[in-house]
């Protein structure tokens, strides 16, 4: 029973938990804003082509 009890009252495996949690989250958010975030991209990328050759 001892060992029973340790094994549940164990914490290593609760940060591995979180740090798939939060990729979870990071890869939706990613997902529902892909249009928005490569348009933003893409205008960056432009903006640096235009300046780059008046340099």
Sequence with gaps: MRGIREFLMEED???VVEIILILVVLIGLVLIFKK???NLVN??????TDRAGKV
């Design 13 to 15: 495996g609760v940060g």
């Design 43 to 48: 205008d960056i990328f432009k903006t640096i």
């Design 36 to 38: 928005q975030l490569t």
